[in-house]
Each structure stands twice: as C-alpha cells, then as structure tokens.
C-alpha cells in the first residue's frame, strides 16, 4: 500500500490534528518531497513533532521514511523519466515500439472509458449548474486544459482560462465564489500551481471537477467529481491520449445537455472565425 492509501484508509481513525497534517500532505505532496520536515510543518500550521507521530502511525519509522515513500510514489527516484527513457532505447526494434504506443492508448482508453461513465453526468451537472467556469492545467496538463476551454469557451461565455501567464493565477482564485466551479486537470507529479489553485477552490467553496491520474491523488482528495484517466505508455512520458478522450466525451455531453442553445451559439462563434479570416475556407478568398 502507498503513502497515499494509507493515508486515506487510516484518515477517519486519527485525530484533528494528525488529519489537518495528513490531509496537508496529500494536498501539497510536491512540497512534502523536497522540503525539510521542519519546513513543512511550518507550512501545515503544525509542529515537526505532529508529522512524526502522523508517519509512526501510518507504520513508518518516521518522517524520512514516509518522505522517501511519497518520493517512490510519484517516480522520482527509481522511475524517472531519465530511467524510462534508458528503459526505451534497450527495447530491440523500433516497430515492436511503434506497436506498443499504439496498445497502450488502447488500453488508456478502454480503462478510462470502463471507470466513467457514472461519473460523467455527475462532472456534466455541476459545471452547468455553476455561475462561472474557471479551467486550469500547468505543464503536460495544458493540452487538456486548453481543449477544455478553447471548445468550451464556443458555446458558453462565462468559462475561463487559468494559464498562469505572467503569474496571473491570483486574477482568477480572487474571484472565485461558491456559486462557481474550476475544472482542473493534474497528472504525478502534480504541479505545485494545480496545487495552488485547487487550495483557493477549496477556501471558496466553489464545486470542484478534476480530471486526474488517481482516486488518491490531491485532486481527487478535494474534488465533488473525480474523473480518473490512465497515463500508462512504453515512452518515458505519462499519456495524456485518455484525458484527452476525457475532456471531448465531457464537451460533448455538455453540449447535448443545453440542446438548441449550444448549436445556436456555436453556430455564431463558427460563422464569426470564417467571416473573420481565421478560418481558410477552400474557394473563399
């Protein structure tokens, strides 16, 4: 069992303190894996002596035992994406490479596919129901991201982009209000800006829906809806095929749900991008 799951089968069993510890650590693991424990703690608003006793009861000798776990788990010591990509070049023949890339998208797929489908008309509710859409992914989540929110932003208004431009995280989280919603999408190792923004969701109270890589990661841990997509690939990079598939099935339904009011506004925003130019239109000038 990972640190991970340890923590969330042993949550309801410890004590306020020890829980305000542990779900710190879920929620800002990037952190926990390069700082000391004394500047962690700090950070937890607890003291060193309370990570401790949260990694004794977890069944850990103490925290650099628990640390080096968190470290295993998000595959920064032995699987690195140097030790994949030595892993890649030992394989014998670029078709049988080819081949492999090709199966796991497959598979990504049909396991993203299988894990779901309940899930989607739950994420399709509440991003609906909310007054305002905030959609964020740093990194390799950026691709998701923007394919949420260039599709999205078609036939409704009130979506917006957190690229963290210029550092303009903070333009967005202050805005955020219960009645709004952020649809965020993080993969391990989580981005510490992902972090960031899920930690201001939180403290607003707006609805979360995140598009992540497992139920025990931070997103999952904090979000009202969950959907779950598998990176696994023979490259030494996660896949992000599933996630994609992810963010069009979600699209989708979304557009279904507002019915003649969508294909109205899409019909506009489409007529606007050729009218415009920035559509080449074969035989218009």
């Known amino acids: ?32 894996v390069v700082q000391s424990m004394r500047a962690f ?14 990694a004794q009861r977890l069944g850990y000798e103490g925290w650099g035992e628990l ?55 739950k994420a399709v509710s509440l991003l609906d129901a909310a007054d305002n859409v905030y959609i964020c992914g740093f990194r390799a989540s950026f691709p998701i991201a923007w394919s949420l929110f260039y599709i999205y932003r078609l036939f ?10 210029a550092s303009n995280i903070e333009v967005f989280t202050r805005e955020l209000t219960a009645q709004d919603a952020i649809l965020l999408t993080s993969f391990a190792p989580y981005s510490r800006e992902s972090l960031t923004v899920l930690q ?6 707006a ?20 959907l779950l997509f598998s990176v696994e690939s023979p490259s030494f990079f996660p896949s992000v095929v599933s996630g994609m598939g992810l963010a069009e099935c979600l699209l ?9 009011e969508a294909v109205s506004k899409i019909e ?9 130019g920035a559509y080449v239109v074969p035989g218009k000038p």
């Open 1 to 32: 069992m990972n640190p991970r799951e340890k923590i969330v089968s042993q949550f309801s069993t410890l004590s306020p303190v020890l829980q305000r510890a542990a779900e710190f650590s879920l929620q800002n693991t990037n952190q926990l």
């Open 41 to 54: 703690a700090t950070e937890a608003g607890v003291k060193p002596a309370t990570l401790m006793r949260l």
């Open 67 to 121: 640390k080096d776990a968190f470290i295993d788990d998000i595959g920064l010591r032995d699987d690195t994406y140097v030790s994949k990509a030595e892993k890649l070049i030992a394989k014998p023949t670029q078709p049988q490479l080819y081949e492999e890339v090709f199966q796991a998208h497959q598979a990504n797929l049909a396991a993203t596919q299988r894990d779901n489908h309940q899930k989607m008309d």
């Open 156 to 165: 409704n208004r009130q979506v917006s982009l957190i690229d963290g431009l």
């Open 200 to 205: 201001a969701a939180r403290q607003a109270g």
């Open 207 to 226: 609805k979360i829906v995140a598009i992540t890589d497992s139920p025990v990661s931070p997103l999952a841990q904090a979000a009202d809806c969950t």
């Open 252 to 260: 989708a339904m979304l557009v279904a749900r507002h019915g003649r």
């Open 268 to 276: 506009n925003a489409e007529r606007y991008l050729i009218d415009s």
